[in-house]
């Protein structure tokens, strides 16, 4: 933690930023390591919160801590979000004052269009430091004398808050799932927009930072405003997670349709014409397969991951953009190619010989599956991590590993998994190059 500015500096203009596979060399990653948050999780809330258990924070830190170390021993760079945020609104008024209005823009006051508790909030926000806003906006703020203060705004707030809303700003547990509020495919960022509450304003940091960041706003990456390529007529708000995304490499984006990532958005994503071919994996919308990299992840140029269970009941469509005769982009084009999961990869990528590991029978499968085994996040080529606990004799570990095939890091779960991510999830690549 606490690494500096010069110091980031340094690492970006050494490797330089962009995200070009999967499964290239992995050189630059953001992570966040869980604080204070965590602590917010009771036995009423975390399911609200997103967790399936509560985690022991200690765990979390020694775990957490371990898979950091792996990543550096191996040559990658970690940046920590909370460092990023902190260096941004030191560095930047503008940074602070977007933040605090989307703080309220987000907020129940606003809502709930109750303007005199909003504009106390305003208040109480603008006289709290770079540092302190970092931990408000990540760690949450509760209403209560002992985190608000004694001033005429805290008082305002204590009175007018309904007692149903513990938190004026809620606590963001799950950005230790840092892969799913943003992803850098080639030069361009995208900020996604998530499909539950509990996240509302992990996309609004993610924003500022990348936006106002003394080095990462300038280093040649381009925010791109994907949601306004909605179509008029859409009802649906469009959303879409980066658990969800698996950018391939040369303009080839594999999407997963899912519990958090709906159609209004992939189609929002195809019409920025930035991808050549854009392949879309309908998942089925529970929350054990939240995203498509819990049942199937990268491993190499020429593997993946798979969840036999699924691998012939998830139907595969290729999107397209349509023009009309004024070049007027219409409503992309669904192109089904059945329900064969990996006979459609192959031919789609056009690679005959691509392998999908997976635990030996069904049940080690469901089992490995529920234990995030099959969300691996790839350090080269055929090097990939993932939890510990694997079944050794039956499980996908063993199965990449037969014949050296792969090279394995293992990592605890305790304290991480509770969450219902794995180590994919906890990753995001700053710097990644081509396959």
């Given at each position: 933690?606490?690494?500096?500015?010069?110091?980031?500096?340094e690492?970006?203009?050494?490797?330089?930023?962009?995200?070009?596979?999967?499964?290239?060399?992995?050189?630059?990653v953001?992570?966040?390591?869980?604080?204070?948050?965590?602590?917010?999780?009771?036995?009423?809330?975390h399911?609200?919160?997103?967790?399936?258990?509560?985690?022991?924070?200690?765990?979390t830190h020694?775990?957490?801590?371990?898979?950091?170390?792996?990543?550096?021993?191996?040559?990658?760079?970690?940046?920590?979000?909370?460092?990023?945020?902190?260096?941004?609104?030191?560095?930047?008024?503008?940074?602070?004052?977007?933040?605090?209005?989307?703080?309220?823009?987000?907020s129940?006051?606003?809502?709930?269009?109750?303007?005199?508790?909003?504009?106390?909030?305003?208040?109480?926000?603008?006289?709290?430091?770079?540092?302190?806003?970092?931990?408000d906006?990540?760690?949450?703020?509760a209403?209560?004398?002992?985190?608000l203060?004694?001033?005429?705004y805290?008082?305002?707030?204590?009175t007018?808050?309904?007692?149903?809303?513990?938190?004026?700003?809620?606590?963001?547990p799950?950005?230790?799932?840092?892969?799913?509020?943003f992803?850098?495919?080639?030069?361009?960022?995208?900020?996604w927009?998530?499909?539950?509450?509990?996240?509302?304003?992990?996309?609004?940091?993610?924003?500022?930072?990348?936006?106002?960041?003394?080095?990462?706003?300038?280093?040649?990456?381009?925010?791109?405003?994907?949601q306004?390529?909605?179509?008029?007529?859409?009802?649906?708000?469009?959303?879409?997670?980066?658990?969800?995304?698996?950018?391939?490499?040369?303009?080839?984006?594999?999407?997963?349709?899912?519990?958090?990532?709906?159609?209004?958005?992939?189609?929002?994503?195809?019409?920025?014409?930035?991808?050549?071919?854009?392949?879309?994996?309908?998942?089925?919308?529970?929350?054990?397969?939240?995203?498509?990299?819990?049942?199937?992840?990268?491993?190499?140029?020429?593997a993946?991951?798979?969840?036999?269970?699924?691998?012939?009941?998830?139907?595969?469509?290729?999107?397209?953009?349509?023009?009309?005769?004024?070049?007027?982009?219409?409503?992309?084009?669904?192109?089904?190619?059945?329900?064969?999961?990996?006979?459609?990869?192959?031919?789609?990528?056009?690679?005959?010989d691509?392998?999908?590991?997976?635990?030996?029978?069904?049940?080690?499968?469901?089992?490995?599956?529920?234990?995030?085994?099959?969300?691996?996040?790839?350090?080269?080529?055929?090097?990939?991590?993932?939890?510990?606990?694997?079944?050794?004799?039956?499980?996908?570990?063993?199965?990449?590993?037969?014949?050296?095939?792969?090279?394995?890091?293992?990592?605890?779960f305790?304290?991480?998994?509770?969450g219902?991510?794995?180590v994919?999830?906890?990753?995001?690549a700053?710097?990644?190059?081509?396959?």
């Amino acid at each position: 933690m606490n690494i500096s500015t010069s110091k980031i500096k340094e690492i970006l203009d050494e490797f330089g930023v962009g995200v070009h596979s999967e499964c290239g060399k992995l050189d630059i990653v953001l992570m966040h390591r869980p604080g204070k948050e965590l602590l917010r999780l009771t036995k009423d809330n975390h399911h609200l919160l997103l967790y399936d258990a509560l985690p022991n924070i200690i765990q979390t830190h020694q775990s957490h801590d371990i898979f950091s170390q792996y990543l550096r021993d191996h040559g990658i760079h970690v940046l920590y979000l909370e460092d990023l945020l902190r260096q941004t609104l030191i560095s930047s008024d503008q940074a602070r004052s977007q933040l605090i209005q989307g703080i309220l823009t987000n907020s129940h006051f606003n809502h709930n269009n109750q303007q005199q508790s909003l504009l106390a909030l305003q208040q109480w926000l603008l006289h709290r430091t770079p540092e302190q806003l970092t931990e408000d906006i990540i760690v949450g703020v509760a209403c209560s004398q002992d985190e608000l203060g004694t001033s005429d705004y805290a008082q305002i707030l204590l009175t007018t808050n309904n007692s149903m809303n513990e938190y004026l700003i809620p606590p963001l547990p799950n950005l230790l799932f840092m892969r799913d509020g943003f992803s850098i495919i080639d030069n361009h960022v995208f900020i996604w927009q998530m499909s539950k509450p509990a996240r509302l304003n992990e996309p609004l940091l993610l924003h500022i930072i990348f936006q106002y960041h003394p080095h990462l706003s300038n280093c040649g990456l381009e925010i791109i405003e994907w949601q306004k390529n909605i179509d008029e007529n859409d009802k649906e708000i469009p959303t879409i997670e980066g658990g969800d995304v698996a950018y391939l490499g040369d303009g080839i984006l594999l999407i997963g349709c899912s519990e958090r990532t709906n159609r209004t958005g992939i189609e929002a994503l195809t019409r920025t014409g930035l991808f050549h071919q854009v392949i879309v994996i309908m998942i089925p919308p529970e929350r054990c397969y939240m995203h498509l990299d819990t049942i199937l992840s990268s491993v190499g140029k020429h593997a993946f991951t798979l969840h036999g269970l699924l691998a012939e009941t998830m139907q595969i469509y290729t999107v397209e953009n349509q023009y009309s005769h004024q070049k007027t982009c219409l409503k992309p084009k669904w192109i089904s190619y059945g329900f064969n999961v990996r006979q459609t990869l192959r031919k789609l990528l056009n690679n005959p010989d691509l392998i999908f590991y997976d635990a030996k029978d069904e049940q080690t499968s469901i089992d490995e599956q529920r234990q995030c085994r099959h969300n691996v996040v790839v350090i080269d080529d055929c090097h990939v991590v993932t939890y510990a606990g694997s079944d050794a004799e039956k499980g996908i570990v063993t199965h990449m590993t037969h014949n050296n095939m792969c090279r394995v890091g293992l990592i605890p779960f305790e304290g991480l998994s509770e969450g219902g991510g794995g180590v994919h999830c906890m990753t995001n690549a700053v710097r990644r190059r081509p396959k």
